[in-house]
């Protein structure tokens, strides 16, 4: 699995997405799995599965990402996804104060309901719709001169996420302004305790024993099992 | 997007049990429109898994006859400060199902890829409870040698009962072969123990052994179910690793494969609702005219739900206890290279246990110890869940299975019981059918290992289904979703 000199412990980690429809977040997340960027991406329909990786100096992490659809009509399925999940991404389109507002309600919703130890990160998306220079630079062809989408400001956002002990990001799934950094700073704020470790060398020793337990249909069948199968 | 009542559905599926959600499974990737329902608020019916809140609330529903096939729920805490942990700390599972690793729901899972999502954990030893003849002393554990290589190193038998198991282990591994089956055939529906005796000659003691393996909830399983699942526990040994025959899914058993099913339904386009049942069906209209509890008046071509009637008041007690101890002891591994089991089954032969009142066991409790290994309490506790046939005396049973249990794993103290909750779970002989357009799934079967007969029904309401467009080999059979492989791309 590991494909460098160095075997780093390996983990996965469960990271759902949730957030008001055509906020951006399955266009986070092919940013963040493809480096790529579509103009009309479609709605997602009930969900969707990705993995990615991400390389850090001490351990990989693999996250498991469950992209929801932001349509939902029954809210039926966001409680089987934040099940168990270790980290959330909740994401509002900067120029639009009612997705903070649906934001608010998954904090709320994550708080009472999801894993205890859930890493949440608030993420303000379509930054390069704002005149804000960072996101806004080179590309920012929606945002452009002068013309300022923004409708929620940094400041009550962040005092937001600060209270609630959330990690807060301003992104553009468009030009991938702090795309990665999101993932990155999630992957670090994991505790090393509740991580689950996939196969792989090298793995810590709290880590280990987890490795220990968990079985790999997939991994190679004992030849000596008592018989044969017979399919 | 469209609203209910102007689609119109190819499938309803009421109920999220496991084989409607693994029905769910194999829509998937069919371009049927599905429309996913539960009246409860919580994925799972009869396998859900809850946090102490929500077995609270379903002890409530239960009381008030609204559960289905579950009776005489009630939950006992510990007062004051007891070292119980917050209520999402714990996931008792309904349906806390060991699965052999050669059974068809694992292939399944893993050629639907469903099995990517699914933390499987070994099921470690399975012990014998020992009551002692001495009261001043503490009873004890057994454990059952169940390999070759378990039988030669076991303290705890004779050579000479070593030389009539070893013989039975290697009878069992090719029963079906001609000597074989010439044997036992002339007893096919006697009791099994009756044929232990008569052909090896076991004593009670090893009779009890076998029985328990076969993890028959009434002891009196006949000489051909017997051997079969002996069979199966065996070649199931060492499948995908060593030392561990059965495995369990992290999280609450069964519960976690509906939910993992139902997930890849909704990623393949059905739309879920939780909290809407069926209130009204007109099925002399084609397509078929359902009216939902939510107020929307939907049309399906097909409907399948669960049959949720009991047939008669036979079924299963089952007590699940929180403990304050890991219980290390019982979650060691045997073999090398063999995973840290999460998971060990006690027995409890009949006549091990008695009653304040002294009414002795008439069948065998079973009681499956799981750590926290398996997500469903915190480190440091364990859930001990005890199930035997219902009689009157089954409670008390229970109670008593607990405290005998506690007293001989006790080290310097007694672990406690922090919470437990005792129910009721009937069972049924109704049968899975198709009539005309609508499908009805029998009830789950309290059983202590899952049953492969239940994925028949499943494949056949799939059938039903497709009509015409059900292609035999891509049943449950599916490649990666695009981005869900296990590749090796490291992204820096
Ligand atoms: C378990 C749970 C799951 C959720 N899942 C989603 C989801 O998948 N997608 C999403 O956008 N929001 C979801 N939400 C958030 C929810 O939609 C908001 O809390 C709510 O829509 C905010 O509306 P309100 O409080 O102003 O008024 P409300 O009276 O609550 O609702 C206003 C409108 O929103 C609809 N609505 C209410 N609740 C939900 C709901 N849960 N899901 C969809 N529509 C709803 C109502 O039918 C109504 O038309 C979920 C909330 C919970 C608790
Ligand atoms: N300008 C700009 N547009 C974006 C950005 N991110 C997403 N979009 C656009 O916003 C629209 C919705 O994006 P999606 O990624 O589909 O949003 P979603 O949250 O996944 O939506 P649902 O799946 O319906 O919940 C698409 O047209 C995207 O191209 C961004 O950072 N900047
Ligand atoms: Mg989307």
């Known amino acids: ?231 | 997007m469209e609203s209910l009542a102007d689609t119109l559905w190819d499938v309803v599926i009421c109920g999220t049990g496991l084989q409607q959600s693994l029905l769910a499974l194999a829509l998937s990737r069919s371009d049927k429109k599905v429309l996913h329902i539960d009246p409860n608020d919580f994925y799972g019916d009869a396998e859900a898994a809850f946090s102490l809140q929500e077995v609270e609330s379903w002890v409530e529903k239960v009381q008030t006859g609204k559960e289905g096939l579950f009776r005489a729920a009630s939950v006992e805490k510990l007062e004051g400060d007891t070292g119980l942990s917050f209520p999402r700390a714990y996931s008792l599972a309904l349906a806390p199902q060991l699965i052999h690793a050669r059974s068809t729901l694992l292939s399944q899972l893993v050629s639907s890829r469903a099995y990517r999502q699914v933390e499987f954990l070994a099921v470690g030893s399975f012990s014998i409870f020992k009551p002692s003849s001495d009261p001043s002393q503490s009873p004890t554990l057994v454990r059952i040698p169940s390999t070759r290589e378990d039988v030669f190193s076991t303290t705890a038998i004779s050579a000479k009962a070593k030389r009539g198991l070893m013989k039975f282990l290697k009878f069992v591994l090719d029963y079906e072969s001609t000597p074989q089956a010439e044997a036992w055939q002339p007893h096919t529906d006697a009791p099994l123990t009756e044929f232990l005796l008569k052909e090896f000659k076991m004593d009670k003691e090893l009779q009890t052994y076998i029985v328990t393996l076969t993890l028959s909830l009434d002891g009196g399983i006949n000489t051909r179910d017997g051997l079969a699942v002996i069979h199966r526990h065996l070649s199931s040994m060492g499948l995908y690793g060593p030392g561990f025959a059965a495995l369990y899914p992290k999280w609450g058993g069964l519960s976690e494969i509906a939910q993992v099913s139902c997930r890849a339904g909704a990623v393949g386009g059905a739309v879920y609702m939780l909290g809407t049942g069926v209130k009204a069906m007109n099925d002399q209209e084609d397509p078929i005219v359902l009216e939902l509890t939510s107020g929307d008046t939907i049309k399906t071509r097909k409907v399948v739900r669960a049959n949720e009637s009991a047939t008669d008041e036979s079924g299963i007690n089952r007590l699940v206890a929180v403990v304050s101890s890991p219980l290390k002891s019982l979650f060691q591994s045997t073999v090398e290279g063999a995973p840290t089991p999460a998971v060990a089954v006690v027995a409890f032969p009949a006549g091990s246990l008695s009653t304040a009142a002294g009414e002795a066991s008439q069948s065998p409790v079973y009681l499956s110890v799981h750590s926290s290994d398996t997500g469903e309490c915190p480190a440091n506790q364990s859930v001990l869940y005890f199930t035997t046939i219902s009689k009157p005396a089954s409670q008390d049973l229970l109670q008593e299975a607990l405290d005998s249990f506690l007293a001989a794993v006790a080290g310097d103290t007694v672990p406690q019981c922090l919470y437990q909750l005792q129910y009721k779970q009937l069972r049924s002989s109704a049968q899975s059918q198709a009539s005309g357009s609508i499908f009805d799934f029998a009830p789950p079967r309290p059983a202590l290992a899952f049953d492969d007969s239940t994925l028949q029904s499943v494949h056949d309401a799939w059938k039903m289904v497709l009509g015409d467009d059900a292609i035999e080999e891509e049943y449950l059979t599916f490649a990666d979703r695009e981005g869900a492989m296990d590749d090796d791309e490291v992204y820096d």
């Open chain 1, 1 to 231: 699995m590991a494909d460098s000199g160095a075997p780093k412990p390996s983990s996965s980690v469960k990271l759902v997405l949730l957030g008001e429809a055509a906020v951006g977040k399955s266009s986070l997340v092919l940013r963040f799995v493809n480096n790529d960027f579509q103009e009309n991406k479609e709605p997602t329909i009930g969900a969707a599965f990705l993995t990615q990786k991400c390389n850090l100096p001490t351990r990989t992490i693999k996250f498991e990402i469950w992209d929801t659809a932001g349509q939902e009509r029954f809210a039926s399925l966001a409680p089987m996804y934040y099940r168990n999940a270790q980290a959330a991404l909740v994401v509002y389109d900067l120029t639009k104060p009612t997705s903070l507002i649906k934001a608010k309600h998954w904090v709320a919703e994550l708080q009472r309901q999801a894993s205890p130890g859930i890493v949440i990160a608030l993420v303000g998306n379509k930054l390069d719709l704002t005149n804000d220079s960072a996101g806004g630079d080179g590309e920012g062809a929606g945002g452009g001169d002068g013309e300022d989408a923004r409708k929620v400001t940094t400041e009550e956002a962040k005092s937001y996420a600060e209270e609630e002990g959330l990690l807060f990001f301003e992104t553009s799934a468009k030009t991938g302004y702090n795309v990665t950094e999101v993932f990155t700073a999630i992957a670090n704020a994991i505790p090393e305790t509740s991580l689950k470790t996939a196969r792989g060398p090298g793995a810590s020793s709290a880590a280990a024993r987890t490795e220990e337990q968990r079985v790999n249909l997939n991994g190679p069948r004992d030849p000596n099992a008592k018989e044969g199968c017979a399919c």
